[in-house]
């Protein structure tokens, strides 16, 4: 009977993203996927800032933007008659704004899933403690005190093995089969509107290089639907929504009614197509009541069906896993006790149903549950969530209240105040190195724990050197304004709310841990029941 730590159910980009993460953080993994390859459509494709900072952390990025699209060929958001005629109204997402460096040094990308996955597999197949296997099935589980027993099957060959896994994350999608069989109750609503995806090979730059856009929504009396961007050239996505409300059934899209209702979205009705693949999908907006259920963890559409209306759905499960494989490896490590674990559910849950909860709103207003609609477009808040991608704020015993008050934003959807606040992403902030190149605090965290202290901030750094002995969990010390470091416009601490004595502790996540606005009579006594805290380890053991 083979053995892994962590068993992974799913490839998708979460599945594979938790692998990755698992071996950079040196545990063993056996990721299980019943397809024998990755995903061949195109499926999700943004990948908004804050996921864009987590694979830049774990130094992916390079190679996610090498496989999607530059950003000047994504620029908009087109609302159109037909593609070749008359436009309605266009915008530019926040995410592709100016305005967005502001907060993150990263920006977003558009990498269809079919280029993302084949990426992030290759990255994680180059880690030695990552074991993954395509056509691979997941028959049955059980679970008890010590661990989860599942049997495989080979999808191929029907051969069947038994797997003992201490904990097991299940990646397996909108229809998840480790949910059900665990009865698990979803909380929202269910098959909110019915849509089909048709990838199509056409050459549409004629209607779209002059303006280039992420989402073409074409709104006519006779067709409402989209064109998805994938390579901008001649492979589209066709995004026919609300099938029922238009008169039509999942039935109705042979290849022959597909190409008729593409050349109709265009707009010329001899324009060359073919179709290259043809997927009917119902979105829901539901979010699974627990996301942990003794040793075993829910993650990305397995916690949480969410209508693409946002591009929220694959972002929020890669950073599900995120938050879930740091607490795994040091659980399994031995450096933190099982009930860190329990916030996984308390951070990420509640984010969860908020996610959700604005991507229906953002259906509603795009008249994807209507039969009619009066106007097209979209409200306000639709692509422009910075709220949601960078304001989320923790509250979980995996945080350490400093009792400074939330930052007042008027709407926390669209509207992002960069804070340190114990619970809330480590902000961005400009740093200068002493040889003069800039370097973002996103950089220096998001691996391991870190203390970002100020310049008189000494006895915190010494401090932080002596957890790794005293506590077995190490701490990389880093002094801004007093060493290699210093602030490169003068508002790091402002932004991060400590004056020079005061200290951070970012989590391996990137979000805050504990802070210290300013100095305390016993800095070593005062950090380690901090990060014990966290690790919800007694003091005394610490």
Known sequence: ??????????????????????????????????????????????????????????????????????????GLIVWARTLAGEEI???????RSERSAEVSPVRACLCAQDYLEPVLRRCAEQQARGTLRFGT??????????????????????????????????????????????????????????????????????????RPAALYFIENDRLRATFLTVNAADRWGFLVNSLKSQGYSPEDFTPERAVDLVRLG???????????????????????????HDRIFLAGDAAHEMPPTGGFGMNTGIQDVHNLCWKLALVLCGQATPALLETYHDERQPLGKAITEQSLANAISMGRLQKTRETAGARPEYLNEQGMIFGANYVSTAVVPDGSAAPVVVNPV???????????RAPHAWLQRKDGTRVSSIDLVGKGFVLLAGARGAAWIDAARGLGASTGVAVTPIA??????DSADGRWRETYGIDETGAVLVRPDGYVGWRSASAAADPAGTLTSALSAILSRPSSGA
């Open 266 to 292: 265009v707009g010329i009705p001899d324009l060359p197509v073919k179709v290259l693949g043809i997927a009917p999908w119902v979105a829901s907006a539901h979010v699974a009541e627990r996301y942990r």
């Open 137 to 210: 099935e997941l028959a049955s589980f059980t679970q008890d005190g010590s661990g989860v027993t599942a049997t495989l099957v080979d999808v191929a060959s029907g051969a069947k093995e038994k797997v003992v896994a201490q904990y097991m994350i299940a990646a397996d999608g909108a229809q998840s089969r480790v949910r059900s069989a665990l009865g698990v109750r979803m909380d929202g609503e269910t098959d909110v509107y019915d849509s089909v995806n048709i990838l199509i090979n056409a050459d549409l730059r004629q209607w779209t290089e002059d």
């Open 89 to 95: 109204e266009r915008r530019v997402p926040w995410g």
């Open 1 to 74: 009977m083979a053995e892994s730590p962590v068993l992974i159910v799913g490839g998708g980009p979460v599945g594979l993203m938790a692998s990755l993460l698992l071996s950079r953080l040196g545990i063993r993994s056996l990721l299980i996927e019943r397809h024998p390859g990755t995903a061949i459509h195109p499926k999700a494709r943004g990948i908004n800032a804050r996921t864009m900072e987590v694979f830049r952390q774990q130094d992916v990025e390079a190679a996610v933007r090498q496989a999607g699209l530059p950003p000047e060929r994504t």
């Open 414 to 424: 669209t509207d992002y105040a960069p804070s340190a606040r114990p619970g809330g």
């Open 480 to 485: 801004v304004g007093a060493g290699e470091l």
